[in-house]
């Protein structure tokens, strides 16, 4: 009897990413401002059985087509105050 290992995952994961990041000095403190977001266009996985890949999964079982966060942080001295909002659009 021989068995030869066959590694069947692959995935293929494309789309767009975009961060923008800005300073400020305030009165307060130095302020940072962040804004990230990633728009998904394909997301396939590969099925050794069937011999090729799935049909586009995002938006589908816990897929999101975007996903962004938008971050402030203060810094006064030794010490930063944040705070960060997430978004995660949902799924089918």
Same mark, same amino acid.
């Given at each position: 009897?021989t068995a030869?290992f066959?590694n069947g995952a692959?995935?293929t994961?494309?789309?767009?990413?975009?961060?923008l990041?800005?300073?400020?000095? @305030?009165?307060?403190g130095?302020?940072d401002?962040?804004?990230d977001?990633?728009?998904y266009l394909?997301?396939?996985n590969?099925?050794s059985?069937l011999?090729r890949?799935?049909d586009?999964?995002?938006?589908?079982?816990g897929?999101?087509?975007?996903?962004?966060a938008?971050?402030?942080?203060?810094r006064?001295?030794d010490? @930063?105050?944040?705070?960060t909002f997430?978004?995660?659009s949902? @799924?089918?």
């Amino acid at each position: 009897l021989t068995a030869k290992f066959e590694n069947g995952a692959a995935t293929t994961l494309s789309g767009i990413d975009i961060a923008l990041r800005w300073q400020l000095q @305030t009165p307060l403190g130095k302020l940072d401002l962040g804004a990230d977001a990633t728009f998904y266009l394909n997301h396939r996985n590969y099925s050794s059985a069937l011999g090729r890949y799935s049909d586009n999964l995002i938006g589908y079982a816990g897929r999101s087509r975007m996903v962004a966060a938008l971050s402030a942080a203060l810094r006064q001295g030794d010490f @930063t105050h944040g705070l960060t909002f997430k978004y995660q659009s949902g @799924t089918v």
